[in-house]
Every structure is written in structure tokens, then in C-alpha cells.
Nanobody, 121 residues
Framework: QVQLVESGGGLAQPGGSLRLSCVAS????????MGWYRQAPGKQRELVAT???????DYADSVKGRFTISRGDAKNTVYLQMNSLKPEDTAVYYC???????????????WGQGTQVTVSS
């Protein structure tokens, strides 16, 4: 079973920074993309940033220029550097992996348990 373990959430002041980390608990045969989504209370889950295996990135318009997604040296590790945080960035942030666990499984979406990010003075 694939588990995505997230860390780095917490409380930040407006204008502050946080860095989220995510690592897969097991090896993955093929990883097509990893990224981050978020869900604020009463809202749908939305894409924040994603990176393909080839290194292409995509960001929500609301975070462009403030957030940066990157891969770690370890396989199936992804980071989200969040700068210039705003109160509207407050949400539960979920790590996502689009991949194939092994030759015995199909391509699937895997999700972390979520980490709370709160931006408030």
C-alpha cells in the first residue's frame, strides 16, 4: 500500500514562509507526477502545484510567484516552498502522486493524509 507522508504544515503570519515535504513510503515503479492540492473549509479541493517526471511544473494562478515546487534527491519526494503567505492560503494541503506501484497494479492516484496550513496574525 502506498502512503504519502507529509510534514511541514503549521501556523504562519501573513508574509511568512512554510515548507511542506512529502515522501512516498514505498518504492514506485513509475511516477508520472507529484504535487500538492489544498482544500479550504467549504471549498472544493484545488490544484496548488504539480511537477511531472520530466520536470514540467504547473501552478495555480493564485500562488504563482510565491510558491515553488521541487523534487528531493530521494526518489518520490516532493517539496512545496511557500513564501509571502496570505490568509487565503489557509487550507489543508494534500500531497498527490500519479503513478504505478508495480507491474501488478494499474496507474492510480495516491493521496496523503493532509497537513494543515494556517496563515494568521
Amino acid at each position: 500500500q502506498v502512503q504519502l507522508v507529509e510534514s511541514g504544515g503549521g501556523l504562519a503570519q501573513p508574509g511568512g514562509s512554510l515548507r511542506l515535504s512529502c515522501v512516498a513510503s514505498v518504492s514506485i515503479l513509475n511516477t508520472y507526477a507529484m504535487g500538492w492540492y489544498r482544500q479550504a473549509p467549504g471549498k472544493q479541493r484545488e490544484l496548488v502545484a504539480t511537477m511531472t517526471s520530466g520536470g514540467s511544473t504547473d501552478y495555480a494562478d493564485s500562488v504563482k510567484g510565491r510558491f515553488t515546487i521541487s523534487r528531493g534527491d530521494a526518489k518520490n519526494t516532493v517539496y512545496l516552498q511557500m513564501n509571502s503567505l496570505k490568509p487565503e492560503d489557509t487550507a489543508v494541503y494534500y500531497c498527490h502522486l500519479d503513478g504505478r506501484r508495480s507491474v501488478l497494479t494499474s496507474r492510480a492516484d495516491y493521496w496523503g493524509q493532509g497537513t494543515q496550513v494556517t496563515v494568521s496574525s
